[in-house]
């Protein structure tokens, strides 16, 4: 018979909900019995309590948009060989592929298992994954992390996108005893040929699989878009040998594009957002579409900020990402949720935030059911976090956001150092 273990602290916090002082959770088999003031647990239950006093326990984060394979990027770009200094988005890609180009097979395992320590250790207990080689799936299985794997899928020429997006669906379609689920990742509007958005309209839909695309990330994207210039067209084309296929531009926004195609659902994760428009707007949210903010990659590219108050005024569900260590310094949602804080100070609240990294990332990967929010039935995922006041309601959360400090992570109820 499996032991009930009560998890105790000063506060227990929750989005969309005052915190509760003296809060506790009833876990047993990995899974949430029961929450409430511990003294409540207590008259209900005789288990074994794990206090933590000036500290609180939150969800365990939800990390809607990542690339863990990208991990050990920042090493990778020290020894190589290629002069790293991108001024202009397509200049980082270019130089992301390069870089990536003199990588062996057996460099990403260790990438990815990095990656994962990296989610856990900083509170992190869900992701959504773009997986781009479908043989690593196994080494997120393997792991701990809830969420969904968004198996990639690009290209311009009509053999090679086949091939991607037969073997996207047979592995998205494994059955795994796993809490991670899966889904397809159209890369971007630019990356696949316009011809071949229909049938990954039509596979999704068959096979009931969830989409993530990155959308409307960079200026350089809408120009590309719209007219079929800029220096997509001058530089990144004709870098990866993609000249002839740069066809006749879309006259309208990657919005429209995507949407004329189908692929904008509640199921869809719209990632960036950056350069949408009030037009666009209206579109992601007649839809139900999700958007996956990463605010410190888009700074640290350049490519601008999201307009964070338009898209809350029109009341698109908004989530929170990392993206990778390729345009990003951390992996961990605490500081991309600090940033977001001060980026955004007139447009997002702790609560705004707190939301957007627990039940908004779980709703955006559809995994509300099983993560998101410390609740009856949901699977055991918290982190304990310390330099909490006590006795002052309306200050702990405002506190806990901007000057917490994990301690502890459990993943299903058990201590993540223990699960390692």
């Given at each position: 018979?499996?032991?009930?273990?009560?998890?105790a602290?000063?506060?227990?916090?929750?989005?969309?909900?005052?915190?509760?002082?003296?809060?506790?959770?009833?876990?047993?088999?990995?899974?949430?019995v029961?929450?409430?003031?511990?003294?409540?647990?207590?008259?209900?239950?005789?288990?074994?309590?794990?206090?933590?006093?000036?500290?609180?326990?939150?969800?365990?984060?939800v990390?809607?948009?990542?690339?863990?394979?990208l991990?050990?990027?920042?090493?990778?770009?020290?020894?190589?060989?290629?002069?790293?200094?991108?001024?202009?988005?397509?200049?980082w890609i270019?130089?992301?592929?390069?870089?990536?180009r003199?990588?062996t097979?057996?460099?990403y395992?260790?990438?990815?298992?990095?990656?994962?320590?990296?989610?856990?250790?900083?509170?992190?207990?869900?992701i959504g994954?773009?997986?781009?080689?479908?043989?690593?799936?196994?080494?997120?299985?393997?792991?701990?992390?809830?969420?969904?794997?968004?198996?990639e899928?690009?290209?311009?020429?009509?053999?090679?996108?086949?091939?991607?997006?037969?073997?996207?669906?047979?592995a998205?379609?494994?059955d795994e005893?796993?809490?991670?689920?899966?889904?397809?990742?159209?890369h971007?509007?630019y990356?696949?040929?316009q011809?071949?958005?229909?049938?990954?309209?039509?596979?999704?839909?068959a096979?009931?699989?969830p989409?993530?695309?990155?959308?409307?990330?960079?200026?350089?994207e809408?120009?590309?878009?719209?007219?079929?210039?800029?220096?997509?067209?001058?530089?990144?084309y004709p870098?990866v040998?993609?000249?002839?296929?740069?066809?006749?531009?879309?006259?309208c926004?990657?919005?429209?594009?995507?949407?004329?195609?189908?692929?904008?659902?509640?199921?869809?994760?719209?990632?960036?957002?950056?350069?949408?428009?009030?037009?666009?707007?209206?579109?992601?949210?007649?839809?139900?579409?999700s958007?996956a903010?990463?605010?410190?990659s888009?700074?640290?590219?350049?490519v601008?900020?999201?307009?964070?108050?338009?898209l809350?005024?029109?009341?698109?569900?908004?989530?929170?990402?990392?993206d990778?260590?390729?345009?990003?310094?951390s992996?961990?949602?605490?500081d991309?949720?600090r940033?977001?804080?001060?980026?955004?100070?007139?447009?997002?609240?702790?609560?705004?935030?707190?939301?957007?990294?627990?039940?908004?990332?779980?709703a955006?990967?559809?995994?509300?059911?099983?993560?998101?929010?410390?609740?009856?039935?949901?699977?055991?995922?918290?982190?304990v976090?310390?330099?909490?006041?006590t006795?002052?309601?309306?200050?702990?959360?405002?506190?806990v956001?901007?000057?917490?400090?994990?301690?502890?992570?459990?993943?299903?109820?058990?201590?993540?150092?223990?699960?390692?």
């Amino acid at each position: 018979m499996s032991e009930n273990i009560i998890y105790a602290a000063s506060w227990l916090i929750n989005p969309d909900a005052p915190p509760v002082a003296g809060g506790a959770l009833l876990v047993c088999d990995g899974t949430i019995v029961e929450t409430g003031p511990l003294d409540a647990l207590r008259r209900t239950s005789s288990a074994t309590v794990l206090n933590f006093p000036d500290c609180a326990i939150l969800p365990g984060f939800v990390n809607a948009h990542t690339h863990l394979e990208l991990t050990h990027f920042p090493s990778w770009r020290l020894r190589s060989a290629v002069d790293y200094n991108p001024r202009r988005f397509t200049d980082w890609i270019i130089q992301l592929i390069k870089i990536s180009r003199g990588l062996t097979a057996a460099e990403y395992p260790p990438s990815i298992r990095e990656g994962v320590r990296m989610c856990l250790e900083s509170g992190t207990t869900a992701i959504g994954e773009i997986v781009t080689n479908p043989s690593h799936a196994g080494l997120y299985y393997d792991s701990s992390l809830a969420g969904r794997l968004y198996f990639e899928l690009l290209g311009q020429e009509a053999g090679h996108f086949k091939g991607k997006l037969t073997a996207a669906t047979t592995a998205a379609l494994q059955d795994e005893a796993s809490p991670l689920l899966t889904g397809l990742s159209p890369h971007s509007p630019y990356t696949i040929g316009q011809e071949y958005l229909a049938a990954i309209h039509d596979t999704a839909a068959a096979h009931v699989l969830p989409l993530s695309i990155h959308l409307s990330e960079s200026q350089s994207e809408t120009d590309f878009i719209f007219d079929g210039g800029g220096d997509l067209a001058t530089d990144f084309y004709p870098f990866v040998g993609w000249e002839r296929f740069r066809g006749r531009p879309a006259r309208c926004s990657s919005t429209e594009l995507l949407d004329r195609n189908g692929l904008l659902t509640p199921t869809t994760v719209a990632v960036h957002c950056v350069h949408v428009s009030l037009a666009d707007a209206h579109i992601l949210k007649t839809r139900g579409t999700s958007v996956a903010l990463c605010p410190r990659s888009n700074d640290l590219l350049d490519v601008g900020r999201a307009p964070v108050a338009l898209l809350k005024k029109v009341g698109i569900p908004l989530a929170l990402g990392t993206d990778s260590l390729a345009s990003n310094n951390s992996l961990s949602l605490w500081d991309e949720l600090r940033f977001a804080l001060e980026t955004f100070s007139a447009d997002l609240s702790e609560e705004d935030v707190l939301r957007m990294v627990t039940t908004g990332g779980a709703a955006a990967l559809g995994i509300s059911a099983s993560c998101g929010i410390l609740a009856t039935g949901r699977r055991a995922d918290f982190q304990v976090v310390g330099s909490c006041p006590t006795g002052n309601t309306a200050a702990v959360l405002k506190q806990v956001m901007r000057e917490g400090v994990v301690q502890e992570v459990f993943v299903g109820g058990v201590p993540y150092s223990a699960g390692m």
